[in-house]
């Protein structure tokens, strides 16, 4: 008997100590309605207008970044299919169902984690529940955290009782990665995609909190936090709960900083004036700096990018834009140092900080890859831009470089190529052509010179096309050629040797471009160029072991070694018997 009394003495102590336990922030100040939840109005307004309308479907898919509001939505559904006063938007909050599912005892809403329950014997375990009623409530509620970890043969199980559950049952899906629902599970549920919190509705949640909490918190503190979240109102209220662990009952940035490990917008930047100054000892003593303090390097790498990409967008969208995850001070920060650089730069530097943070996840030697790095990012802003080293070229005066006022160094410019003076190369070559004399053809006699070329004329014109287009050869055999026009033909009168040439592609696609009307080649043979030397008739056929000089003669009478004498020229010096030992 004294033992009974003596349990019964210490059950309320056990209560007294069991309710002194501390609950954290992201837990206490857990949305209980739709009303409570930040953001994802699309979300609300949907399930709302569906519970007025008993439009509850059987199965929903809940995606988004992590501590956005699934798992709390799901459950917030659950109270509003159970409530006594139900379904409703609004559900009491004071009844039986509503107390039992916010503390999470209640037997007909289950919450499965399917990280660790995520094989076929636990989907064969889930698919037999579901055939049971609800022990009181009125609806049965599968909520299952994780489902893209489930295996393929588990959601194989689970398919037809999500396609066709009893009409008691409703599944939530709750999932950071919804590309991995199969498509079969997906086509039998709506999905609702949730959002980042944005930066302001973030802030306000906070600031909110620490009101009722009793704490003082700066603004620029409160924006660290909702910067740390990125998004996540959970991350963002367990950075506020570890703050709020490490200073107290008042809270400031540089504390805040110092505690999650990021960098203050004055440390980062005194990278921006080392590149305004064009200084790389800065830089490295940067480094050095953050070395012997102990800091990350790989964490300020990130958060270099970051910066360097909050000042590009505050130089193109200016201070007030909602794109910068920051404090109106600190936006119009931003905006006064972007005002120092060009988007080009600006652009470059983020490209290159981006590189070097990704090269530091996997560098042996973190210093020595965030020094090259930034040394990299001074020389990258004493570029010039292409537009502008083009236009230079045609200056007779160099201009500076846009980064020449704001760094105040000397900067190397090009000199530009002198003015060219006298006649191009090509009008050079032809005027050496026209004064070179015929050459003597193989029968000894000369050549009739052929006639200059005449601006304007269809073998001027020709010429010019060919020459220009690197075509030397076809430009050759009509400067040697003569050229007219008659009505819708061009008739050429040239030597034989060159013949072939007019009848390759090049020539055709030559008349297209320059005449620009189709015309008809009419070709014949100029008979004041001397003919080709009269090579003997190709003998009767003779033995292997013939003489040599009867094989030359042979081979000298061939008709394609002639055609390829006549357009090469050259000299034969050897003729060999290819069946012949060598």
Same mark, same amino acid.
């Given at each position: 008997?004294p033992r009974?009394?003596?349990g !019964?003495?210490?059950?309320?102590?056990?209560?007294?100590?069991?309710?002194?336990?501390?609950?954290?922030?992201?837990r206490k100040?857990?949305?209980?309605?739709?009303?409570?939840?930040?953001?994802?109005?699309?979300?609300?307004?949907?399930?709302?207008?569906?519970?007025a309308?008993q439009?509850?479907?059987?199965?929903?898919i809940?995606s988004?970044?992590?501590?956005?509001g699934?798992t709390?939505?799901?459950?917030?559904l &659950?109270r509003?299919?159970?409530?006594?006063?139900g379904?409703t938007?609004a559900?009491?909050?004071v009844?039986?169902?509503?107390?039992?599912?916010t503390a999470?005892?209640t037997?007909?809403?289950?919450e499965?984690?399917a990280?660790?329950?995520?094989?076929?014997?636990?989907?064969?375990?889930?698919r037999e529940n579901?055939?049971?009623?609800p022990?009181r409530?009125?609806y049965?509620?599968f909520?299952?955290?994780?489902?893209?970890?489930?295996?393929?043969e588990a959601?194989?199980a !689970?398919?037809?009782?999500?396609e066709?559950?009893?009409?008691?049952v409703?599944f939530?899906?709750?999932?950071?990665?919804?590309h991995?629902?199969?498509?079969?599970?997906?086509?039998?549920c709506?999905h609702?995609?949730?959002?980042?919190?944005d930066?302001?509705?973030?802030?306000?949640?906070?600031?909110?909190?620490?009101?009722?909490?009793?704490?003082?918190?700066?603004p620029d503190a409160?924006?660290v936090?909702a910067?740390?979240?990125?998004?996540?109102?959970?991350?963002?209220?367990?950075a506020l709960?570890?703050?709020?662990?490490?200073?107290g009952?008042?809270i400031?940035a540089?504390?805040?900083?110092?505690?999650?490990?990021?960098?203050? !917008?004055?440390?980062?930047?005194?990278?921006?004036?080392?590149?305004?100054?064009?200084?790389?000892?800065?830089?490295?003593?940067?480094?050095?700096?953050?070395e012997?303090?102990?800091?990350?390097?790989?964490?300020f =790498?990130?958060?270099?990018?970051?910066?360097?990409?909050?000042l590009?967008v505050?130089?193109i969208?200016?201070?007030?834009?909602?794109l910068?995850?920051a404090?109106? &001070?600190e936006?119009a920060r931003?905006?006064?140092? &972007?005002?120092?650089?060009?988007?080009?730069?600006?652009?470059?530097?983020?490209?290159?900080?981006?590189?070097?943070f990704r090269d530091?996840?996997f560098?042996?030697?973190?210093?020595?890859h965030?020094?090259?790095?930034?040394?990299?990012?001074?020389?990258a802003?004493?570029?010039?831009p292409?537009e502008?080293?083009?236009a230079?070229l045609?200056?007779?005066?160099?201009?500076p470089?846009?980064?020449a006022?704001?760094t105040g160094?000397?900067?190397r410019?090009?000199?530009?190529?002198?003015?060219r003076?006298?006649?191009?190369p090509f009008e050079?070559?032809?005027a050496k052509?026209?004064?070179?004399?015929a050459?003597?053809?193989? =029968?000894?006699?000369?050549a009739?010179?052929?006639?200059?070329?005449?601006?304007g004329?269809?073998?001027?014109?020709?010429?010019?096309?060919?020459t220009?287009?690197?075509?030397?050869?076809?430009?050759?055999?009509?400067e040697?050629?003569?050229?007219?026009?008659?009505g819708g033909?061009?008739?050429?009168q040239a030597?034989?040797?060159?013949?072939?040439?007019f009848?390759?592609r =090049?020539?055709?696609?030559?008349?297209?471009?320059?005449?620009?009307r189709?015309?008809? !080649?009419?070709?014949?043979?100029?008979?004041?160029?001397?003919?080709?030397?009269?090579?003997?008739?190709?003998p009767?056929?003779a =033995?292997?072991?013939e003489?040599a000089d009867?094989?030359?003669?042979? &081979?000298?009478?061939n008709?394609?070694v002639?055609?390829?004498r006549?357009?090469?020229?050259?000299?034969?010096?050897r003729?060999r018997n290819?069946?012949?030992?060598?």
């Amino acid at each position: 008997m004294p033992r009974i009394t003596r349990g !019964l003495a210490l059950n309320p102590d056990r209560n007294r100590i069991a309710h002194l336990m501390y609950q954290v922030i992201a837990r206490k100040y857990r949305p209980q309605t739709f009303q409570d939840v930040v953001n994802q109005d699309h979300v609300k307004t949907t399930l709302e207008n569906a519970i007025a309308q008993q439009r509850i479907g059987h199965g929903y898919i809940f995606s988004g970044q992590r501590g956005t509001g699934k798992t709390t939505v799901a459950r917030i559904l &659950a109270r509003c299919l159970n409530c006594v006063t139900g379904p409703t938007a609004a559900p009491c909050g004071v009844c039986a169902s509503c107390l039992e599912i916010t503390a999470g005892g209640t037997v007909d809403v289950i919450e499965i984690d399917a990280a660790s329950n995520r094989g076929i014997n636990e989907m064969r375990e889930l698919r037999e529940n579901v055939r049971y009623r609800p022990a009181r409530d009125r609806y049965k509620v599968f909520i299952i955290d994780e489902a893209h970890q489930i295996t393929s043969e588990a959601f194989n199980a !689970l398919l037809k009782t999500i396609e066709e559950p009893p009409e008691w049952v409703v599944f939530v899906l709750c999932t950071t990665e919804a590309h991995k629902i199969p498509a079969t599970i997906a086509s039998r549920c709506q999905h609702f995609s949730f959002r980042s919190v944005d930066f302001d509705d973030l802030m306000a949640r906070m600031a909110w909190i620490c009101a009722q909490e009793g704490i003082q918190a700066a603004p620029d503190a409160l924006a660290v936090l909702a910067q740390a979240g990125e998004g996540s109102v959970r991350d963002s209220l367990s950075a506020l709960d570890q703050a709020i662990a490490a200073c107290g009952l008042r809270i400031e940035a540089p504390a805040v900083r110092a505690l999650l490990g990021s960098f203050s !917008l004055e440390s980062l930047h005194q990278v921006t004036a080392a590149l305004a100054a064009g200084d790389p000892r800065q830089m490295l003593e940067l480094v050095d700096e953050l070395e012997r303090n102990g800091r990350n390097l790989q964490h300020f =790498s990130r958060e270099l990018a970051r910066y360097f990409r909050n000042l590009l967008v505050a130089r193109i969208a200016g201070p007030d834009t909602r794109l910068i995850a920051a404090g109106a &001070a600190e936006r119009a920060r931003f905006a006064e140092i &972007a005002a120092g650089f060009s988007e080009e730069d600006l652009t470059r530097y983020l490209h290159l900080s981006l590189d070097l943070f990704r090269d530091l996840q996997f560098s042996l030697q973190p210093r020595f890859h965030l020094e090259i790095g930034l040394v990299r990012l001074v020389h990258a802003g004493r570029l010039l831009p292409i537009e502008q080293a083009l236009a230079d070229l045609g200056d007779t005066e160099p201009r500076p470089a846009p980064s020449a006022e704001r760094t105040g160094l000397p900067v190397r410019v090009p000199a530009a190529p002198p003015l060219r003076t006298g006649p191009s190369p090509f009008e050079a070559d032809r005027a050496k052509k026209a004064a070179r004399p015929a050459e003597p053809q193989n =029968s000894g006699a000369n050549a009739l010179a052929p006639a200059p070329l005449v601006p304007g004329d269809p073998r001027e014109r020709l010429h010019a096309w060919l020459t220009e287009h690197g075509l030397t050869h076809v430009a050759d055999a009509v400067e040697n050629s003569r050229v007219a026009l008659s009505g819708g033909d061009i008739v050429i009168q040239a030597p034989k040797s060159y013949h072939l040439y007019f009848k390759d592609r =090049s020539f055709a696609d030559a008349l297209r471009q320059v005449f620009a009307r189709p015309l008809n !080649l009419k070709l014949t043979v100029d008979e004041s160029a001397a003919p080709p030397v009269a090579l003997p008739e190709p003998p009767a056929p003779a =033995s292997a072991a013939e003489p040599a000089d009867e094989a030359a003669g042979r &081979a000298l009478a061939n008709r394609e070694v002639q055609r390829f004498r006549e357009v090469f020229g050259g000299e034969v010096r050897r003729i060999r018997n290819l069946k012949e030992p060598t």
